[in-house]
């Protein structure tokens, strides 16, 4: 089965703060992808950034990054300098493919970050 | 390019009624899949369509059906409506093919009173 957790409910930085929020996944697959993706109060879920199980080289995008370790089963996102236009609700998922295609998305319940001006 | 377009984008139901929702995917895209997003809950997987058929089923009950037309679009459809499947009903598509990345619509906000 796959699942994954996202610990931190909401968290609160006040605005040029750096913030980390959390992502730990299971699954028993070794071909299984990892997404980060941004949902503000419009509802639309953004997607940010996928990884795949064998690339395990950490990603700067900008004020982004993301770190991908393996042996903690964890897909960490850090967004430098934090601004008002981060506060969202972002969400880690994970997708494994099956033998008929499919690739659905397994969500976490996702952090709330608010950042304060 | 348009991306994923949902209709109707609020919807409020009573109690046994039924409900269908609409999803344009983004061009280009071939497979759509839907999720209900409880309030303060990630989303969780309904069902995924390609080449017109349910690929895919997560653990919801056979109130929920859906739909593929030719040109990519999909229907859910939601029957013998509860209180509890007031929910944001989101859209995504994809271009067949592992892990590739989804696009998501807006989503339909979905209260049954």
């Known amino acids: 089965a796959q699942k994954v957790t996202q610990a931190q409910t909401e968290i609160s930085v006040v605005e040029k703060e750096d913030v980390t929020l959390d992502c730990v996944y299971e699954?028993?697959?070794?071909?299984?992808?990892l997404f980060w993706y941004k949902q503000p109060p419009s509802g639309e879920l953004v997607f940010l950034i996928r990884?795949?199980?064998?690339?395990?080289q950490n990603e700067i995008s900008g004020r982004y990054s993301w770190n991908f370790q393996k042996s903690t089963s964890s897909f960490n996102f850090t967004i430098t300098a934090s601004q008002v236009v981060d506060s969202a609700v972002y969400f880690c998922?994970?997708?494994?493919?099956?033998?008929?295609?499919?690739?659905?998305?397994?969500f976490g319940t996702g952090t709330r970050l608010t950042v304060i001006p | 390019d348009a991306g994923v377009t949902q209709s109707p984008t609020h919807l409020i139901k009573t109690r046994g009624q039924q409900v269908t929702l609409r999803c344009s995917p983004k061009s280009g895209h071939d497979t759509v899949s839907w999720y209900q997003q409880a309030l303060g809950q990630g989303p969780q997987f309904i069902f995924q369509?390609?080449?017109?058929?349910?690929?895919q089923r997560g653990n919801f009950p056979d109130r929920f059906s859906g739909h593929q037309f030719p040109n990519y679009s999909s229907e859910l459809n939601v029957n013998a409506l509860l209180l509890g499947d007031s929910a944001l009903y989101l859209c995504?598509?994809?271009?067949?093919?592992?892990?590739?990345?989804?696009?998501f619509g807006s989503g339909t906000r979905l209260t049954v009173v």
């Open positions: 995504a598509s994809s271009l067949s093919g592992e892990g590739r990345g989804y696009t």
């Open positions: 990884r795949n199980s064998f690339d395990e």
């Open positions: 998922a994970l997708s494994v493919p099956y033998q008929t295609g499919a690739n659905n998305l397994f």
């Open positions: 369509y390609y080449e017109e058929e349910e690929r």
């Open positions: 699954t028993r697959d070794t071909t299984y992808y």
